[in-house]
């Protein structure tokens, strides 16, 4: 049977998602890229390679400036928060926001654009590291639900208010107590399921809360509404530019590692991004 990411059968299947690199050729029709330009690319294959072919329509020129660790580590997680918190949770200035999973690449992402929207930002983590990471970042306060009572802490930091938004890339065991604390017309972003399990929650829930629970799949977004995305792209590489948002790099490992880095990833150490390098 043919993998269904393989366009032509005699293309192997080369994994790794995001990358950043050097144009050296370009396709016929191909007139927005040229040879010798930097791009970033999230083409779903081919990023742990040496070469890769990408379509050109996937690739984001990169300004001058903008480092190829940095670029590799960018697409995803700005993309994805920036659709979540601005358009799919309709951000407020002055609103709270809760960020599950909060020290990894998407909440890394997702505090420093909830900043930039002017809202007081709970980071939410499993270590007391990873929480000082989250303050690093520049959350406002921080959980540790590891070792205390998610919603004890929220209502003692909300004032039993609850959060606005709920940013909630994690799913599993966290999610109905966080959406048990919501405010009235909050609204919660359901990003992924990072912890493996999809929860269930009691619809009976969003009723009683005036709640909303928000689906957010920027993949989609972006083939459907390319020009919103397309202008959102643009203000991400705006905000890097001035030095308003940046992804910390937890390391970078050469791709002879892989393995390596798996292992790094599955033992859940890493803070930020981890971005494998060529030798």
């Not at 043919?2 to 050097?22: I, M, R, T």
């Not at 017309?185 to 399990?197: C, P, S, W």
């Not at 940046?246 to 859940?268: C, F, H, Q, V, W």
Request: aromatic share 8%; glycine share 12%.
């Amino acid at each position: 049977m043919q993998n269904k990411y393989q366009h032509k059968p005699e293309l192997p299947f080369v994994p790794g998602s995001e990358y950043a690199g050097v144009v050296e050729a370009v396709g016929e029709g191909v007139t927005d890229l040229k040879v010798g330009q930097a791009v970033a690319c999230l083409s779903g294959t081919g990023g742990f390679g040496t070469h890769t072919l990408a379509p050109a329509k996937l690739c984001m020129p990169l300004p001058p400036g903008f480092p190829p660790v940095d670029a590799a580590a960018f697409i995803m997680i700005y993309a994805t928060s920036h659709h979540a918190l601005m358009d799919r949770g309709q951000l407020k200035a002055g609103e709270t926001v809760l960020v599950l999973g909060a020290a990894g690449g998407v909440g890394m992402s997702a505090i420093q654009i909830a900043k930039i929207a002017g809202a007081k930002v709970i980071a939410a983590a499993s270590t007391d590291e990873k929480c000082a990471f989250c303050k690093q970042l520049g959350a406002d306060e921080t959980i540790n639900y590891s070792n205390e009572d998610l919603r004890e802490r929220l209502k003692e930091l909300t004032g039993g208010k609850g959060p606005d938004v709920i940013y909630d890339p994690v799913g599993g065991p966290f999610t109905e107590p966080a959406f048990r604390s919501i405010a009235w017309r909050g609204r919660h972003l359901v990003v992924g399921f990072a912890a493996g399990d999809i929860p269930a929650i009691k619809i009976n829930l969003a009723l009683v809360k005036g709640a909303s629970i928000v689906g957010v799949f920027w993949g989609d977004f972006a083939r459907r509404e390319p020009a919103a995305n397309a202008a959102m792209m643009q203000e991400l590489a705006g905000w890097y530019a001035q030095g308003r948002i940046k992804p910390l790099i937890d390391r970078t490992m050469p791709m002879s590692e892989l393995k390596a880095a798996y292992a790094r990833m599955g033992s859940r150490e890493v803070k930020g991004k981890l971005v494998l390098v060529n030798d």
